[in-house]
């Protein structure tokens, strides 16, 4: 049976591709979870429109994402912290601060994109990486001194 994939499905295609399956794998996987439709006339016009305005959602979003890297490659991050003696931090620096420290540059981005691998618990300078979108990533320095 000819289907039309809605969504990607791993080990079976990506989405808007014409993939021949059983009968009984869509109807019971496919169709029921909404991840495809019956190939016909209809339903191959309606993807392909589809698949033209990803195409261009794309494009106006690259262009986006360009702009934000362009403003995250000229951004540093300065975090005045409290520390006690041998120079260790009250608490530690979070995506969280991060996150309000570009907000406050003017920069729009989810606090989730602010890859921190473990929290920020000594002063110094850090490359922290931003994930613009899936393909484009920037590091950012942020420097964590006293204050």
């Known amino acids: 049976m000819d289907i039309i994939l809605l969504q990607d499905v791993d080990s079976l295609g ?3 591709e014409i993939v021949k399956v059983k009968p009984g794998y869509a109807r019971n996987y496919l169709f029921a979870r909404g991840l495809a439709v019956r190939s016909s006339k209809r339903n191959r016009a309606l993807v392909n429109e589809k698949k033209t305005a990803i195409k261009a ?4 979003d690259a ?4 702009e934000t890297v362009k403003k995250l490659k000229k951004t540093e991050i ?6 006690g003696t041998e120079d260790k931090l009250f608490g530690s620096v979070t ?3 991060i996150h ?6 003017g920069i729009e981005i989810d606090r989730q994109s602010i890859i921190l691998p473990e ?19 920037h590091d950012i320095k942020v420097y964590v001194i006293q204050a």
Do not use: F, M
């Open 100 to 105: 309000k420290a570009i907000i406050d540059k």
């Open 95 to 97: 995506n969280k601060d």
């Open 119 to 137: 929290p920020i618990k000594a002063l110094g300078i850090y490359d922290v990486t931003v994930n613009v979108s899936k393909e484009l990533k």
């Open 57 to 60: 959602r794309a494009l106006r």
């Open 63 to 66: 262009k986006v994402y360009e």
């Open 14 to 16: 990506n989405a808007g």
């Open 78 to 83: 300065t975090i005045e912290v409290k520390v």
